[in-house]
Every structure is written in C-alpha cells, then in structure tokens.
C-alpha cells in the first residue's frame, strides 16, 4: 500500500502538504451546528472513513481515522476540523490572495467572506446560513480549493463537485473559470434517506443557494427582497399608495438567523414596526450588535406594548422577541392583538434537524433533545407546527395577511399531519391555503418583469469604492420608468446610511435585464478607468430564471410547468457558454433536497473589453430566459416584458409568444 501511495502522491503536485496540522482551538461564543442525522450501517462508516482519508496522506490514517470516526458519530458528519485554518476567516482584499489570474484570487475572497465568523451561521461546520447550507463538505476541501484557486490559470477551469474539487481541466479564456455543482441526486435517489447517508458518506453537499455557490453577501443578500415583500403586501392588502411606506402598520415574524436576520432590518427601512421571534440569544445579540434590530425583550406584553407605542407615532423599529413565535402569536390571539402582516422564517426545509424549534423548549434543550431522542423532537416538531397552523388560521380569519416566505414552511405543516393546509384538502398537488410570497408578490411584479436580486462585491475590500458603485447605479436607474424602479432608485440612494454591510463590501440591489447591463457596463469602464477595483457581480439563485422551485420561486407558474427544472438547467448551461467566471446548479436552496434545482454565477469585473461583451451576452440570457418561460406560461407581465424585447430586437434574442386561447371555447369542450 506504501508504495502505491507514494506513487499516488508523486502523481499530483497540487495536494494537501505533508505536515499533519495542529488541532486549532474552539473559541468560546462561536455557534456550533447540531449533531446530524447518522444512518449508516457498520460498513457504510467503514466508507465514510475511507471517503475523507482519501485527502491525506497515508502516513496520517492511523492518527486520523478515530478522530474522524468521533466526528462521524458525535456531529453525524466529518468535517475534518484539524484542517481548519488557524484563527478566524474573512474575505481581504484580491491583492492579499496568491494566484495567476484575477479570477483566481476573487474566488478565494468569495469563499472566505462565505466563512467569516460574522456571516456564517456555523463557521466551524463550514455553513454559511439556512442551518445546513455549506461551503463545501470538509476543511480538507476548503484547503484543497484554496490550492486550486491559486494555481488556476485563465486556461483552466476548476471543477467542484458538491464541495470536491475534481481538478484543473485545460479550457480557454473565454470559458468559466469554475463551474460548481452542488447536492445533484439522480432522481431515484432523490428523497431525504438517501440524501442523509450520501451526505454523511461524504459525497454530497447541501450547498442551500450562494452558500455553495460563494456568492453570500451576507444577511443584506435578503433584505432588499424582504422589504419590497413588505412594501409591496402592505400596498396590495392593505391600499398602501404605490408612493406611501409601512408606518402604522406592524409585521410579525421569526427567525433572526443567517437569512432570517434580514427581517428587522427590511421593516424598518420600510418605515413599518416589526416583531421578530427568536430562540437562540446568541443570533439575536449579534442582530442588535450589528444594528439589525433595535431592541431586544423577553415578554410578549412588552412586546406589543412597545410595537403599538412607535405604531401611534408612525414611527420604526425592530424589536427582537427573545421566546417561541409560538408562544408570541398565541398570546396575540389571546388578546385579540391586530397583526398586519405575518409570515415566518425558521428553517423549516429542515425542521427535524433543528431548523424549527418546537413550542415548549429552549433553543438548549432543543439541542440537547434532538442528539438524545430524535422520534421524541419529531413528536414535538409536529405538534408545535400543527399549533402554530392553527394560530395563523385564527389571525388570518380576523385579517391578518400571512405569505409563506420561502422556507417551505407550509409543506412542513403538511408533513407535520396538517391536511387542511392544502387547497385540496389532501395533498400539496393543488398548492396551500395560503400564499407564498412569490405566488402574490415577488412573481407577478418583480420577476415576470425580470426584477431579481442583482448584487455586488467590490473586491478591493475598500468602502470608498462600495459608495462610488452605489453612486453609479443609481445614476443608471430611471425613478420615473416604473415603480419598481422608484422603489430600487430609493433603496441604493440610502443603502449606504441604512449600513446593509456584514463582511465584505457588497451591496444588493433588485433590477431588471435592461438595468443589471447597463449597471454592470458603468461599472466594467469604472474598473478600466482606474476608479474603482476590481468588482464582483452576481445574484442570488432566487432569480426570474436562476431557481426551478414550485413552492418558491416558480410558484406563480400556472401551466403545469412548475414540476420541472429545465429553465435553472438551461440557465446555468447558458452562462456556461456564454463565459461567466463562475457557474453553480445545485440541488434543494431554500426549500429543501428535492424541492428545488437553483444556479448562479459570478462575474469578474475587470475593467476589459471581453468582459464588456459578456455582460452584454450573459446578463441578458441569465435574465431573458427566466422572463420568457414565465412569458410562456401566460404570465401577463412577462408576456408583455417578452413582447418588447422582440419589438426592440437590439441583441439578435427572439423570444417564442405563447397565443392566448378563449376560455370559453376550452370550457365549453371539458364541461
Ligand atoms: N425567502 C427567501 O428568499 C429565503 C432566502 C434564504 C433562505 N430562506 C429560507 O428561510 C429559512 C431561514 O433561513 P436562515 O438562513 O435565516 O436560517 P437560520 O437557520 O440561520 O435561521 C432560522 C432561525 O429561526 C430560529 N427559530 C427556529 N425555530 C424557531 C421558533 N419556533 N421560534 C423562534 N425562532 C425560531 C432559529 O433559532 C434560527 O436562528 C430557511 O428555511 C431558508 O432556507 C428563504
């Protein structure tokens, strides 16, 4: 075996170093992910082991193998913990990266910035936010990548498969300089058991959405979509004029996590009042350090107290409610307290692996109950949730607008034993009694336009060029045009005051094909001006055509279509071709394994005149092909959106129109 493995290991020359080293300490106050389900029988483990030892050199199994044996059944994964770099991880400046190419080192600051203690849910476990959603799977990963990505040349292209990175693989210039996938399952396999032992064998990665696409920008990621949900809720439901804001109206939610974070800061830049319910004190700390939220209490009477008090004024505020939301909305029922808006953020793609704490015990003991007695916290789980279904029935039915945010929360109602939560009274085939939020909002006034959450990172690291690019793209923007584009113009004027940034500089800012070009174009030539460094530019996968997900974001597609996920394939294969830096398709986002296909991708910016022509080419495929499949699915404001971009025909696409059919004529037949 010796000689073989040296044969092995003179065979690479970009591999971990020989040096095994040092297990670094684990501060005290860093948040640690629960123990995960571990199904695997005695030769599975035997698999997992050999899997992770296929990183290290030989010399190492026997020192290595029982300690990954002990994180195997103490965490249900092994995360190889002693590769952890030493210290804490954040993303620097491009410069301070080794590597032969531009993309090369942005890609590392990416990665970092994913991971750094501020952002990252669990940093230790490499999860960056919505409770299992990592980087890669192992710190051997982590470092191999990094080797990688310093080596890489604009010649090649990394290929990272769930978090493995299968080597350098000679392309050109014009190819991606990455190209990740991330949780892909063959669909007999598709379903949580086989996904659980994949996972814990170490051959796939749950990469959420930019999690494992390296692509996070930490809790701002959300908050621009949050508050035009918000914003826009409160002008559908509640007669808001399109130029009027939240105040007086109150919003109740929870989750101040990884995402979830987002909440308090949305409502607040919207001028409403928001009450936040979350268990862990440590995350709703972090949220009032960081400024997301103003006030923490304990107490639900303190809680509508204060909420009403700014209500009267008009005025804001974010108060975070340290306690169950269970417990919040049922003394809101109690005592016949009016909630405006309503809707829930915990991790409910997961909620019976700690993503939803149940009615009755502590975020501790949830950690603790969920490690000793996992059918007893299932038991828990569906109790709590089937409570919590009947809460929002009770408020809704005195007014109440609750939308599912995208956290699949009401399939997880329906798994808890909840039948009444489907149209059908059966099963969710037919849709929930309730709508998610892209079904009401998002859908039909900001992706069939091909709105969607545009972002950047100023790769400098340095805030002078974060303010010099919100400058610009608000001079790209039209407040006049729309008022999807009033809101947008509003929102990057006072990004910079409302302090959305939480590691690297970046900022989010919803546009539409016409928009995200012409911003990206400005800021290609600012590059090559010398006005600014290098940039960035991406999305999140929850996009007009970046997510297949018919519980999310293809949830206003009514044709039949939302149980197929070519449009997030042919998206992805798109921007492969077009020469984007980094292309990602993964399974699950958001929703969970099997719930959703999702892709993004990143763009270095860096200042040529080849990129000048990607942005062009890329951009407008990457948002095109999402608004002609809603075009093609009758939705009628991408069918117009569709319509003008075949009059105007300024870039060679056509888009196919679907003809619209007499509803009569059908009715008749069928009847
Ligand atoms: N709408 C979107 O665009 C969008 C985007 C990203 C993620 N998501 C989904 O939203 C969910 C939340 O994402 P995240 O990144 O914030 O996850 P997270 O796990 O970081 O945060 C969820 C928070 O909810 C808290 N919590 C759980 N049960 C609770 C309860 N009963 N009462 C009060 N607090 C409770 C947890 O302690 C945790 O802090 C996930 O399911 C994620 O997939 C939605």
Known sequence: ??????????????????????????????????????????????????????????????????????????????????????????GKSVNEYQGNCLAGKAMQVMIDNNLNFDVALYPYELTTYGETGQVCQNWMQYRL?????????????????????????????????????????????????????????GVTNYGQMTAGGWMYIGPQGIVHGTYNTLLNAGRLKFNIADEGDLSGYLFVSSGLGGMSGAQGKAVDI????????????????????????????????????????????????????????????EYAVKKKIKIHLLSDQTSCHVPYEGGYCP???????????????????????????????????TLVERGTYFFDYGNSFMKAIFDAGVKEICKNGENPNDGFVFPSYVEDIMGPLLFDYGYGPFRWVCL?????????????????????????????????KDADKNQLVVGT????????????????????????NGEIGPIMLGRDHHDPGGTDSPFRETANIKDGSNVTADMATQCFAGNVARGMTMVTLHNGGGVGIGKAINGGFGLVLDGSEKVDTIIKKAISWDVLGGV??????????????????????????HITIPYLVNEDLIKKLID
């Open 1 to 90: 075996m010796m000689q073989i493995n040296l044969d092995i290991s003179k065979a690479m020359v970009i591999k971990l170093d020989d040096e095994l080293p040092e297990m670094s300490e684990f501060k005290e106050g860093i948040r640690r992910a629960p123990k995960r389900e571990l199904i695997l029988n005695k030769e599975e483990i035997g698999l997992a082991l050999k899997n992770a030892l296929r990183y290290i050199p030989e010399k190492w199994h026997e020192k290595l193998a029982p300690e990954f044996l002990n994180e195997l059944l103490d965490k249900g994964r092994i995360y190889g913990y002693r590769f952890r770099p030493k210290g804490s991880i954040y």
């Open 145 to 201: 990548i990094k080797k990688y990505l310093e080596m890489l040349t604009e010649n090649q292209t990394l290929v990272v498969e769930s978090g493995h990175p299968l080597g350098l693989f000679e392309s050109s210039p014009d190819a991606p300089r990455a190209i990740l996938t991330n949780g892909l399952l063959v669909g007999q396999y598709d379903n949580q058991e086989d996904w659980h032992k994949a996972i814990s064998l």
């Open 359 to 393: 009615q009755g015990l502590t975020f501790e003991e949830r950690t603790q109950i969920l490690r000793t007695d996992k059918a007893k916290f299932i038991k828990f789980v569906n109790q709590s949730l089937t409570h919590h279904f009947e809460l929002i029935k």
């Open 270 to 329: 919207a001028n409403g009042v928001g009450i936040i319910a979350e268990v862990d004190y440590s995350r709703i700390q972090t949220r009032l350090n960081q400024g997301w939220i103003k006030k923490i209490v304990k107490d639900p009477v303190e809680a509508f107290d204060l909420a009403q008090e700014y209500m009267n004024k008009k005025d804001s505020i974010s108060i975070g409610f340290y306690g169950n939301i269970v417990d919040l909305l």
């Open 460 to 492: 400098s690291g340095k805030h002078e060029d974060l303010v010099k690019t919100d400058k610009a793209a608000m001079d790209c923007i039209d407040p006049n045009r729309r008022f999807q584009d009033r809101d947008n113009y509003y929102w990057i």
């Open 628 to 653: 002609a499949r809603r075009s093609w699915a009758r939705n009628k404001n991408a069918m117009e959106t569709a319509i003008n971009h075949n009059k105007e025909n300024k870039t060679g696409d």
């Open 505 to 528: 500089q970046a900022r989010i800012l919803y546009q539409d094909a016409v928009g995200r070009i012409n911003i990206a174009l400005k800021f290609n030539e600012m590059v090559r």
